[in-house]
């Protein structure tokens, strides 16, 4: 299975920061790359797919890139609604997998 | 708006079987554009996909799993469901049921999760 390794495993962050997260597949995925935010209680929520693409309703500060094997996840101005959370996954084989996940904290 | 709503026992016995249902409503479960899938997250980890299924035909399990769980598709009462069969304690968790992109693989949406416990 291709593993998919996130980092860091949490962070700390203030309101209005620029936070980037990291995912890193073991093997070449080419794009086949989502991430998702979820906050306590609720199910995940698709944030972007195919490594950079913002799912219809998701806040543009909110943006994805990479390809191959490193991707990473970048809010570009934290708001209170944001700590969360984050997962990627790939789908670049029927058989799915998922990061270990980040959880963004307030500084 | 296609929504998901799983349903099913909270509370299983060791060594028997969980089943849940996912009714999904606002859009057709027959749709060739997308697969519908069973996920879990035990207690404070993360997310661990189990199965996905298009309503007429190719169905993917996770390996780990594989010789324990059937998931099926009822297109006249557009709904799916998962059997995981001797479960233990291990099997406690978050069950989530979603629709897959069968373009590129990703998950969206999802429902809301149901806790199922494994205990006697």
Redesign the interface.
């Given at each position: 299975d291709i593993q998919m390794t996130q980092s860091p495993s949490s962070l700390s962050a203030s309101v209005g920061d620029r936070v980037t997260i990291s995912c890193r597949a073991s093997q070449n995925i080419n794009n086949?790359l989502?991430w998702?935010q979820q906050k306590p209680g609720?199910?995940?929520?698709?944030l972007i797919?195919?490594a950079s693409t913002l799912?219809r309703g998701v806040p543009s500060r909110f943006s994805g890139s990479g390809s191959g094997t490193d991707f990473t996840l970048t809010i570009s101005s934290l708001r209170p609604e944001d700590f969360a959370t984050y997962?990627c996954?790939q789908?670049y084989t029927?058989?799915?997998?998922?990061?270990?996940?980040t959880r963004l904290e307030i500084k | 708006q296609v929504q998901l709503q799983e349903s099913g026992p909270r509370l299983v016995k060791p060594s028997q079987t969980l089943s849940l249902t996912c009714t999904v409503s606002g859009g057709s479960i027959s749709s060739a554009n997308y697969y519908w899938s069973w996920i879990r997250q035990h207690p404070g980890k993360?997310?661990?996909?189990i199965a996905?299924k298009y309503s007429s035909g190719s169905t993917?399990y996770?390996?780990s799993l594989k010789s324990r769980v059937t998931i099926s598709v009822d297109t006249s009462k557009n709904h799916f469901s998962l059997n995981l069969t001797s479960v233990t304690a291990a099997d406690t968790a978050v069950y989530?049921c979603?629709r897959v992109?069968s373009i590129?693989?990703?998950?969206?949406?999802?429902?809301?999760?149901t806790l199922v416990t494994v205990s006697s």
């Open positions: 086949y989502n998702y609720e199910a995940p929520k698709l797919y195919a799912q997962f996954q789908g029927t058989r799915i997998t998922f990061g270990q996940g | 993360g997310l661990e996909w996905y993917y996770n390996p989530f979603a992109s590129e693989i990703w998950f969206d949406p999802w429902g809301q999760g």
